[in-house]
């Protein structure tokens, strides 16, 4: 037998020790990878920061309950997906500022139309905002062009926190600054101004926000959300105020978050159980004060009127709801005990006396 040099058994020694460690290395590495790969939520698709059609377009409510939740009947739930439907709209609706949610039926079309139409003045306006239709009836909105670049979420008979708990999570608004919630039955004067609203909101950095209620309204609930005209108040050389702090703003009919505070205390105080929103707005300030979100307040410059219709909760009692707002009003303080009664706040977070700038 002839022996094999030294040397080269020395090579040959090397190279199985070199294959034997990227071996070692392959599988601990594909091991460490599977294991502390992040787990995807089926909902949500992260690669186009969507949601996910496959999952979330088939989803439906169980029936059966006679709370104010879950009335609707299975397949009765329908998404409109106009606006995930092509590639180029996918990057309009998620690059922009604020997402406009309307919560609306047959009778509130002419008032949305007419409010979109106003905000939607000019091409870089649109650019700004998303407009996404809770509708709780079967009216077509298909006359509007604007509703084809909408999000629409149909589920007859159904209360508006109900949608805004399961369609307008935290996870959809991150992509946007503010959220503001509107309901149909608002009325607004000619010289109305989104974006003199966002303006305030903006510059005085509030965290929840309501445009202030014209005397003329209905159901205005509290004193402190009627507007006040502070041109007739002499203020000499100050600038005249825009609107005023305070620890109150009602859960309707038109109401401004700023995402952040939506995302840590609003959304999370919506009880999936007690869905008409009644005490709602009474928890709104202690639970936000909690995560630091406290500046709340009423805008006075942009006033709308409050017709309080009420067609939404006609339309689901009629289809068999049994929903008692006096019983979810005193569950919502029994669940949250630091519930508090309106009032106005002078001098919060530095304010000048009171008031917005």
């Known amino acids: 037998n002839t022996a094999i040099p030294h040397h080269i058994r020395v090579v040959i020694l090397y190279m199985i020790a070199v294959c034997c460690g990227y071996t070692m290395l392959y599988w601990t590495s594909s091991g460490f990878r599977t294991a502390n790969a992040p787990q995807q939520d089926p909902q949500w698709n992260l690669k186009n920061n969507i949601p996910s059609s496959d999952s979330f377009l088939s989803t439906w409510w169980k029936s059966g309950s006679d709370k104010c939740a879950d009335r609707a009947e299975p397949l009765n739930l329908e998404r409109v997906d106009a606006a995930f439907a092509t590639g180029p709209r996918k990057t309009i609706l998620f690059g922009n500022k604020t997402l406009v949610v309307f919560f609306a039926g047959e009778f509130g079309k002419s008032r949305v139309n007419q409010f979109v139409g106003s905000m939607f003045s000019s ?7 998303t407009i996404m239709l809770l509708l709780y009836d079967d009216s077509d909105w298909s006359s509007f062009a604007w509703s084809r670049e909408a999000v629409v979420v149909r589920a007859p008979a159904n209360l508006k926190w109900w949608f805004v708990k399961r369609f307008v999570w935290p996870g959809l608004v991150s992509a946007y600054d503010y959220v503001a919630i509107i309901d149909e039955d608002v009325e607004f004067p000619a010289s109305f101004d989104f974006w003199s609203l966002l303006g305030v909101v903006r510059h005085n950095l509030v965290d929840v926000a309501q445009p202030a209620l014209l005397p003329s309204s209905k159901n205005i609930a509290h004193s402190v959300l009627v507007w006040r005209n502070f041109t007739q108040i002499p203020f000499g050389a100050l600038k005249l105020p825009t609107g005023r702090w305070t620890d109150f703003v009602r859960s309707g009919p038109f109401t401004v978050f700023r995402t952040a505070a939506y995302q840590n205390c609003v959304w999370p105080s919506l009880e999936e159980d007690l ?55 005193e569950e919502y303080l029994r669940r949250y005990p630091t519930a508090k009664e309106p009032g106005l706040l002078r001098g919060a977070e530095g304010a000048n006396l009171g008031y917005l700038l």
């Open 123 to 129: 091409i870089e306006r649109k650019a700004q905002a």
């Open 275 to 329: 869905t008409s929103g009644s005490g709602l707005d009474r928890i709104w300030y202690s639970e936000c004060h909690k995560h630091g979100f406290s500046r709340f307040a009423i805008v006075d410059a942009t006033p709308v009127r409050f017709l309080a219709l009420g067609l939404a909760e006609a339309t689901a009692l009629s289809a068999g709801a049994q929903c008692d707002l006096n019983k979810e009003f």
